[in-house]
């Protein structure tokens, strides 16, 4: 029988007390894993435990997904209308908009974000995606296709079955929704493992479930780490669709363990490196508090962070002065401190390696012009940290780095800066600031990224598709784009006069 985590907030932003058991879910149910793993849970901002989860293996995914192909069988799928499919959708948003503060708490604790920004931002968002793929889940339309009087030819988008999903740590529930909510819409069934660092949140998900109606086997919810439990969602023979969002090395791993299996379609969100183009005609004032947000945000744990920061010369001056003092300005403390914007890093692991980046930076050249130290003996804290001198050839330029680390740059023209944004492996986003509309739409679409971003950065909605170019992924979430990544299209050829 599966342990229970109690956990009694008394802070400034939210107090309360929240109760969540530690096993996997599978088939309806709490569940020891068959090994009996287990794996701690840290809390970021002090570097000690908080509790420890069931940790699956390829063993429980098996399990897993004989479940989700039972109820894709026998209580979902096909068998259950859109419309139904998206009232139970409807209830299951209703049910984590009761339990939002739950949610950002857990996110914050585990994650070390923001709270205000785990309720806000993330959980709002996870609420919304739902809502939004709940509407669609009556709205899966095939087409008539016209050939000749003597054939009706139609199309049928069906589901594809059982799909596997593996989501990141930076923003827990929100990618849980992201993934989960195109999946229930389209019909299919779930077996998805969230971050071993950021289980918490996922975990009262799960209690949830049954609540708002969904058969047992339908979504199944296995923690574990990824070489084992991640691993065996991309090379299982049941599981007939991958889907990750995490970082470009592991993503090739899941495409190779998925083309090696049953040639599962893997649908990929990875890193990036985005360029953020700053114009002399820019908007200063708003092009600086853009920018801070473009890398600042989330820590700088975030897939679409304006990394690399391009000024015209003409400008360079004052925007680094207004830069430095706006990113020197950020409250970087207790994630449930109600003025506090920056927490710690994820976990010990990616505070050492952005440590090194730092490192890096130093010795290849570049200028630490701001931050570049931790701050505190305690938790996983970094200053929010300015490069200057920075050469295209350097790691901190060439290389996600995943933290508070910003490199700023200087160019002249349109022409040199076009070919440097693009001088890199990754192109999942970009922004560009200027008040020249031409140049504006000019740049970007030159940029060579899934999403171009014009006086604005980090900006995305639920109805516009997100994705990236090149070694930033591939396929598209959000929006009804996302929907293709989980339904097959049947062609039906109909003979109604045809003689042989």
Known sequence: MPSTFIKTFDTPAYKGTVTIPLGLYINGQFVDPVEGGTIDVVNPATGKVVTSIAAGTKADIDIAAKAAKKAYKTSWGLKVPGAQRGKLMSKLAVLMEEHIAEFAALDALANGKAYNTAYGRDN????????????????????????????????RHE?????????????????????IAPALATGNTIVLKPSELTPLSALLFCTLIEE?????????????YGPTAGQAISEHPLIEKVAFTGSTLTGR????????????????????KSPNVIFDDADLEQAVKWAIHGIYFN?????????????????????????????????????????????????????????????????????????????????????????????????????????????????????????????????????????????????????????????????????????????????????????????????????????L
């Open 124 to 155: 709002k968002g996870a609420i919304a995606v739902m809502e939004y793929y709940a509407g669609w889940a009556d709205k899966i339309n095939g087409k008539t296709i016209e050939t000749n009087e003597n054939k009706l030819a139609y199309t």
């Open 253 to 272: 791993k899941i495409m190779e363990a998925a083309a090696k299996s049953n040639l599962k379609p893997v649908t990929l969100e990875l890193g990036g």
């Open 159 to 179: 589901p594809i079955g059982v799909v596997g999903q593996i989501i990141p740590w930076n923003v827990p529930m929100f990618s849980l929704s992201l993934k």
């Open 212 to 224: 708002a109606g969904f058969p047992p086997g339908v979504i199944n919810i296995v923690n574990g």
């Open 299 to 499: 820590h700088g744990q975030n897939c679409s962070a304006g990394s690399r920061i391009f000024v015209q010369e003409g400008i360079y001056d004052k925007f680094l002065d207004q830069f430095t003092e706006e990113a020197r300005a950020i409250k970087v403390g207790d994630p449930f401190s109600p003025d506090t914007y920056q927490g710690p890093q994820v976990s010990k692991t990616q505070f050492e390696r952005i440590m090194a980046y730092i490192t890096s930076g130093k010795n290849d050249g570049a200028t630490v012009h701001l931050g570049g130290k931790q701050i505190g003996q305690e938790g996983y804290f970094i200053e929010p940290t300015i490069f200057t001198e920075c050469q295209p050839n350097m790691k901190i330029v060439k290389e996600e780095i995943f933290g508070p680390v910003a490199c700023v740059m200087k160019f002249k023209t349109e022409d040199e800066v076009v070919e440097q944004a693009n001088d890199t492996s990754y192109g999942l986003a970009a922004s560009v600031f200027t008040k020249d509309i031409d140049r504006a739409i000019r740049v970007a679409h030159a940029l060579e990224a899934g999403t171009a971003w014009i006086n604005c950065a980090n900006q995305t909605e639920i109805s516009m598709p997100f994705g990236g170019f090149k070694q930033s992924g591939i396929g598209r979430e959000l929006s009804e784009y996302a929907l293709e990544n989980y339904t097959n299209v049947k062609a039906v050829h109909v003979n109604i006069g045809i003689r």
